[in-house]
């Protein structure tokens, strides 16, 4: 989906990626996901963002944003390479 998030917002994500490649220098692009996400607060903002909610809800025809059921996230990870990599 396209122009679901606003361009600060894709901007920050992506100083926060390059925050987490300098942080975590050892793991590649690819790997970052789940065991460092879970406690971070920008991708916690990020992932709650009412915008991917409501972008997430328009595939799953049963559910409803306000809805007290809510929408789970149990894996998550950045899809990143390096140029030049396969």
Same mark, same amino acid.
Request: glycine share 4%; charged share 25%.
């Given at each position: 989906?396209r ?19 300098? %942080? ?9 996901? +789940? =065991?460092?996400?879970r406690? !971070?607060?920008f991708?916690i ?5 009412? %915008? ?9 025809? +049963? =559910?409803?944003?306000?809805? !007290? ?18």
């Open positions: 989906m122009n679901v998030l606003d361009a600060d917002l894709m901007e920050e994500a992506s100083d926060h990626l390059t925050w987490l490649r300098k %942080r975590f220098p050892q793991i590649p692009g690819e790997q970052l996901h +789940h =065991f460092i996400y406690n !971070d607060p991708w903002r990020l992932v709650s963002d009412e %915008r991917l909610i409501s972008a997430a809800a328009s595939v799953m025809p +049963h =559910f409803k944003p306000d809805d !007290d059921a809510g929408v789970a996230l149990f894996s998550s990870h950045y899809f990143c390479k390096d140029p030049g990599s396969n």
